[in-house]
């Protein structure tokens, strides 16, 4: 099989982390066929490591964009992505991967994952878990759920990231991505493995003012992508149990309290929201793991109706994602 993928990098002010990135990348058991790095306007000298690496090595591109003055998370990442992706004759590639440069990742990261999508046919997105460095110098997991690849690593097939019709141009862009997989029929999974593991230099949720604005930013997310409010409870819960300690859960419940009662708009796909709100309360009534497996099976009709030449293609156990 073809193993042709593609990075796509956004990148903004990044001279601590970024060349941890580059070297990971290159140390890859699997290399990617190419890399485009999008710098969207940097001051602090990231242009210039990114430059050297590009000099270096033949499969990585740098695209410039100007200085919007700030660093913007949500859209403004979205729309840097897209300013490499519109550079691509996308299905020149597998695989399509949209990754941070504040990462340290494992050699065979790549490798790993996409044997495992060539292993199931249905697993459209996947990613390892990210972990971040303590106070006292160890490993901490963010605890990002088992049902959608994480943000800043997302490994897609192109086949079905062409079918979801991309990112939405929103802050919950990497929450929508993974439930229009479902709706589809495809597996949007990640796994918590020691060769999946990833360092995040940055925590999840402080790249913008600090962590409470992130927390808070994301839970205006989960209301425009349609959560219901019995789960954003119940997740804001579920956060507070992690640092930042209470703080964190409650800035969640509050950004989406405070979209909820100023009538914020929400996310137009109506049928989508419906999908969403349903899992959601199967997830309340039967745990998240078990929600998920149940939904997957039930939309594997869905995948084999649209992919007729995969039916007769043998698929790993749905137990393994």
């Known amino acids: 099989m073809s193993r042709r993928y ?3 990098s956004p990148c903004r002010d990044e001279v601590a982390h970024v060349q941890t990135t580059i070297d990971a990348i290159v140390g ?3 290399l990617p066929t190419k890399w485009v790095i999008v710098d969207d306007g940097s001051t602090d000298g990231t242009q210039e490591i990114i430059a050297a690496a590009a000099r270096e090595y033949d499969f990585i591109e740098v695209i410039e964009r100007r200085d919007r003055g700030q660093r913007s998370v949500g859209p403004g990442v979205i729309e840097a992505f897209y300013a490499g992706y519109s550079t ?6 597998d695989y399509i991967c949209k990754l941070d440069v504040d990462l340290d990742i494992p050699p065979t990261y790549f490798e790993t994952l996409i044997e495992r999508m060539e292993a199931n046919p249905r697993i459209g997105t996947c990613s390892g878990k990210p972990y971040f ?3 006292s110098g160890n490993l901490v997991s963010e605890r990002c759920g088992d049902e959608n690849s994480v943000g800043m690593i997302k490994l897609y097939r192109t086949a079905c990231f062409q079918e979801i019709g991309g990112f939405v141009r929103q802050v919950m862009w990497d929450g929508i991505d993974g439930h229009r997989c479902r709706m589809l029929g495809w597996i949007a999974c990640s796994w918590d493995e020691p060769a999946l593991r990833f360092t995040h230099l940055r925590p999840m949720g402080s790249s913008q003012k600090s962590i409470f604005t992130g927390r808070t930013r994301h839970g205006s997310g989960q209301y425009f992508m349609g959560t219901g409010l019995p789960y954003m409870a119940a997740s804001a819960m579920y956060r507070m149990m992690v640092p930042p300690y209470v703080v964190g859960g409650g800035m969640m419940l509050y950004g989406y309290l405070r979209s909820m009662v100023t009538r914020q708009d929400r996310y137009g796909d109506l ?3 419906q999908f969403l709100r ?4 199967q997830c309340l009534t039967q745990g998240k ?3 998920t497996r ?3 099976e039930k939309q594997a009709a869905v995948w084999t109706s649209t992919h007729p030449q995969a039916r007769s293609r043998p698929e790993a156990p749905l137990s393994l994602v």
């Not at 691509?88 to 590639?93: P, Q």
């Open 6 to 8: 593609v990075l796509i």
């Open 28 to 30: 890859q058991s699997l």
């Open 88 to 93: 691509l004759e996308t299905n020149d590639y």
């Open 133 to 135: 460095i303590g106070q």
């Open 271 to 273: 049928a989508f929201r």
């Open 278 to 281: 349903d899992y959601q309360w």
């Open 289 to 291: 793991g078990e929600a």
């Open 294 to 296: 149940r939904l997957n």
